[in-house]
């Protein structure tokens, strides 16, 4: 059993507060948040505190969760390191590659470990997609297509700074771009074009990858669109003989996910296969997967360290072509 001190309590916040909630290895024993508890029942469970410091000092507490915004993330986790406490951090891990190599020493340094969120590597739909590439079905990847576009976050402003949030490119961009070199591996160049919110975070992004191996990938992603447009992710994976295509419309974000629009389909031989799913929530099988990790003694295999930091150096190339309106190579970083 290890115990939680959840750092945060908005959006991200509940969604693992939730997910702890439903497993057997893991107790939220404090929680520090600086809008207070949300309401009496909460507060009779959980434990309330009003200084991290008062967190960190609880020697109760095994694993910080982290699930702030962006720009705080390096100091919480220098601070939980220092204290001796194993770190959960939601994604993006923080929002520049130098911030991420003083992380790491320092988490190093303390021999604690860190897990990052990168939840869409378990998510059910991008599970399956990842099985299907390490087989026949889907081996030999050309060309990928993906989508994630919904409106700017309802219930902060803090998206709206790109040195808060690193806007829609370190907040959605992040998940394809990520979950694409887990799947194609090192990425030659990036060609990237897109526009700026009034407060200059890039709001719409539209990038192009060529991989090593010579596969492409046409990624978008935006925080920009209308009222009422729901938030749509979509994965198309294309070989010279099938397609994988998965298409997802929800609400204002991913809440009644599995009521959303749902379609996964794979094409071949002329053929068109549903591909079912299950229901399973990704941040439940995130968060058990980093705690047993701990528990077992076992190295992170899903979301090694290397990963995150590599997919924040693909982060950054893509920043350097939109602002300069050139490609970017990747070969000698």
């Known amino acids: 059993m290890k115990n939680i001190g959840l750092v945060g309590l908005g ?60 720009y705080l993330h390096e100091d919480y986790i220098l601070k939980a390191a220092k204290a001796g406490k194993h770190i959960i951090c939601e994604k993006p891990l923080t929002l520049t590659v130098e911030s991420a190599h003083r992380i790491l020493q320092e988490v190093n340094r303390n021999q604690v470990k860190l897990f990052v969120g990168h939840v869409l590597r378990f998510w059910p739909e991008y599970e399956i997609i990842k099985s299907y590439s390490e087989s026949d079905l889907l081996r030999t990847i050309e060309v990928i297509h993906a989508k994630r576009i919904g409106q700017s976050p309802a219930w902060s402003n803090w998206f709206q700074f790109p040195e808060k949030s690193g806007g829609a490119l370190f907040d959605l961009h992040i998940h394809d771009i990520d979950f694409i070199s887990y799947l194609l591996g090192k990425v030659e160049s990036v060609y990237a074009v897109g526009t700026k919110n009034s407060y200059g975070a890039w709001d719409h992004v539209m990038t192009t990858l060529t991989f090593q191996n010579q596969s492409k990938a046409f990624v978008e992603a935006s925080q920009k ?109």
């Open 11 to 70: 959006f991200i916040g509940n969604k693992h507060l939730e997910a702890y909630k439903h497993m057997e290895n893991a107790e939220v024993k404090a929680i520090y948040t600086r809008n207070g508890r949300k309401d009496d029942a909460e507060a009779l469970t959980y434990h309330f505190v009003k200084e991290y410091d008062e967190l960190l000092a609880n020697k109760e507490i095994d694993i910080v969760d982290i699930c702030l915004p962006s």
């Open 225 to 333: 669109m209308p009222k009422g447009y729901p938030f749509t992710m979509s994965f198309r994976a294309q070989t010279s003989q099938s397609v994988l295509n998965f298409h997802l419309v929800a609400g204002e974000n991913i809440e009644n996910i599995n009521n959303s629009e749902h379609q996964f389909w794979y094409y071949v031989h002329q053929k068109k296969i549903p591909i079912p799913s299950d229901s399973s929530d990704p941040f439940q099988k995130e968060l058990s997967y980093f705690v047993n990790c701990l528990e077992n003694g076992e190295e992170n295999q899903v979301i090694p360290n290397e990963d995150v930091l590599y997919t924040l150096q693909i982060l950054e190339a893509i920043e350097r072509s939109l602002e300069t309106k050139s490609e970017i190579k990747l070969l000698n970083e």
